[in-house]
């Protein structure tokens, strides 16, 4: 057994580390002879590696879509009755529409790179149709007349178009930025 002398320590070629056992001896660690442990994807060792990663959840995007369009439905019933009621757009109505739509979207479609888009379209296109029925509303109480009457008369455009506002094209822009935005986060 030798052993070196360097600066107050003293070092072992027996000890285990760097310096290891005498040539021809085998030590822990040494080829040919197991370390403790489950083997793992790198190989055996003490650690056995990282841990197997949970399966991933593709979703279902053809679900997702229909869930995303019963939320646009909804999300534009809700929001004509409140355009209705209260006779004036509420910019936190058209985000919450593309936010409703997003979520249903993204937490069943998965991770599909079109489900974005389409939370866009349908954000929109439900902000577009709450604004359409509500307006509709709006004139079916006016003019006493039924709902049925007043969205199949080729004048209904006409009385949405003058309902319009500068600051409706950003309720669109939000509803759509959500729509996309929120697909993204929460289809992870």
């Known amino acids: 057994m030798r052993v070196f002398y360097s600066g107050g320590i003293t070092l072992s070629n027996n000890a285990p580390g760097p310096w290891g056992p005498p040539p021809g001896q085998p030590g822990p660690g040494q080829w040919g002879q197991q370390q403790p442990g489950p083997p793992g994807p790198f190989g055996s060792g003490p650690y056995g590696g990282p841990p197997p990663q949970p399966p991933r959840q593709q979703g279902n995007p053809g679900l997702g879509i229909l869930l995303g369009v019963v939320a646009m439905v909804v999300a534009a019933v809700v929001y004509a009755y409140i355009l209705k009621e209260s006779e004036h757009q509420i910019g936190y109505m058209a985000i ?3 936010a409703l739509i997003a979520v249903a979207l993204g937490k069943v479609g998965g991770r599909n790179p079109v489900l ?3 939370g866009v379209v349908l ?3 439900g902000v ?3 604004q359409y029925l509500g307006v509709a ?3 079916q109480d006016a003019n006493d007349m039924s ?3 007043v969205l199949t008369d080729s004048r209904m455009f006409d009385s949405w ?3 319009l506002e500068p600051m409706d094209a950003l309720f669109y822009l939000l509803a759509g930025f959500e729509g996309f935005v929120i697909t993204k986060r929460v289809a992870g």
């Open 96 to 98: 919450a529409v593309g």
């Open 123 to 125: 954000s929109v296109l």
């Open 147 to 149: 709902l049925s009457e």
């Open 161 to 163: 178009k003058e309902f």
């Open 116 to 118: 974005p888009v389409i």
């Open 128 to 130: 577009f149709i709450g």
């Open 137 to 139: 509303m709006w004139v």
